[in-house]
């Protein structure tokens, strides 16, 4: 059974970056496309960004790719999101996910495994 732990959620002010990490564990990380998807109050999770097993291949939701950067180290069973100049429509509950599948083309509902989410809050 996979596992994730995401952390570094926390209360920041807007411009300021923040880094999240995902720790991976129960199976082999390498064979899992990697995401990262968010949920704001009162909105449904949405993706953020996406990476394939190798790390060669990312996708991002077309908003964020400027100021967000997933990216993974499959020595370590981990994956990360940078984001930059947070705004307060950040404010969110940032989800970790994995999926077997391979593709990264892949909807909320293909998602495989979720771990349990950290706060990130943005103050004007």
């Known amino acids: 059974q996979v596992q994730l732990v995401e952390f570094g959620g926390k209360s920041v002010q807007a411009g300021d970056s923040l880094q999240l990490s995902c720790g991976f564990s129960?199976?082999?990380?390498?064979?899992?496309?990697m995401a990262w998807a968010r949920q704001a109050p009162g909105k449904g999770r949405e993706f953020v960004a996406i990476?394939?097993?190798?790390?060669?291949?990312?996708d991002y939701a077309h908003s964020l790719q400027a100021r967000f950067t997933i990216s993974r180290d499959n020595a370590k069973n981990m994956v990360y999101l940078q984001m930059n100049n947070l705004q307060p429509e950040d404010t969110a509950v940032y989800y970790c996910?994995?999926?077997?599948?391979?593709?990264?083309?892949?909807?909320?509902?293909?998602?495989?495994?979720w771990g349990q989410g950290t706060q990130v809050n943005v103050s004007s």
């Open positions: 129960g199976r082999t990380f390498a064979n899992y496309v």
């Open positions: 996910a994995a999926d077997r599948s391979g593709s990264i083309y892949i909807t909320l509902a293909d998602v495989d495994y």
């Open positions: 990476i394939s097993r190798s790390g060669r291949r990312i």
